[in-house]
Antibody, heavy 118, light 110 residues
């Protein structure tokens, strides 16, 4: 069974950094694209970025709102996906979801809350 | 603002049919996917590639597309269907790279 478990959320000051982790299990991690999607409190879903699979050299892609500040990476030996966030802004406050992509975003974790506030 | 336009809310009585629309430029040439998000929970894929139902999703859920408008239809609505629903496509323009979501529609079961 596919499982995605996010961790690493918390309270951080504007301008600060935070790294989120997503532990994946139940499928071949290196063969799948992996995405981060976020949801600000009371708002809709927003795609953040993704890591392509091994066949596509784990190339990363980002939304314009986070490009240059966020970095998606993965450690295939640990079956883990990461989101390194820097220069955080109050508008980055959201629940961050890790999602598996098999042409569609077919499995989602339960999310981890990031709050950017002074 | 989202490049995919959904009505903010739809209300329906139990046992009736709910229709949620999703409009956007050139949707006709893209695969549209639909997600259900119950309060406090992660989104769940309910329709993929315009019309396909993933394993485990009730037959009451169906998808269609006509021109640049996709529609999620829920037949014989139940109280448990009350949730937010989002449409999604892969954006290919320089302004909207990556996955693009509609603004979401809150389905209220009266």
């Amino acid at each position: 069974e596919v499982h995605l478990v996010e961790s690493g959320g918390g309270l951080v000051q504007p301008g600060g950094s935070l790294r989120l982790s997503c532990a994946a299990s139940g499928f071949s991690f290196s063969d799948h694209y992996m995405n981060w999607v976020r949801q600000a409190p009371g708002k809709g879903l927003e795609w953040v970025g993704r890591s392509r699979n091994r066949a596509n050299s784990y190339i990363t892609e980002y939304a314009a709102s986070v490009k240059g500040r966020f970095t998606v990476s993965r450690d295939v030996s640990k079956n883990s996906l990461y989101l390194q966030m820097s220069n955080l802004k109050t508008e980055d406050t959201a629940v961050y979801y890790c999602t598996r992509e098999t042409v569609v975003l077919d499995y989602w974790g339960q999310g981890t809350l990031v709050t950017v506030s002074s | 603002s989202s490049v995919l336009t959904q009505p903010p809310s739809v209300s329906v009585a139990p046992g009736k049919t709910a229709s949620i629309t999703c409009g956007g430029d050139n949707i006709r040439s893209k695969s549209v996917h639909w997600f259900q998000q119950r309060p406090g929970q992660a989104p769940v894929l309910v329709i993929e590639h315009d019309t396909d139902r993933p394993s485990g999703i009730p037959e009451r859920f169906s998808g269609s597309k006509s021109g640049d408008t996709a529609t999620l239809t829920i037949s014989r609505v139940e109280a448990g269907d009350e949730a937010d629903y989002y449409c999604q496509v892969w954006g290919t323009t320089s302004d909207h790279p990556g996955w693009v979501f509609g603004g979401g529609t809150k389905l209220t079961v009266l």
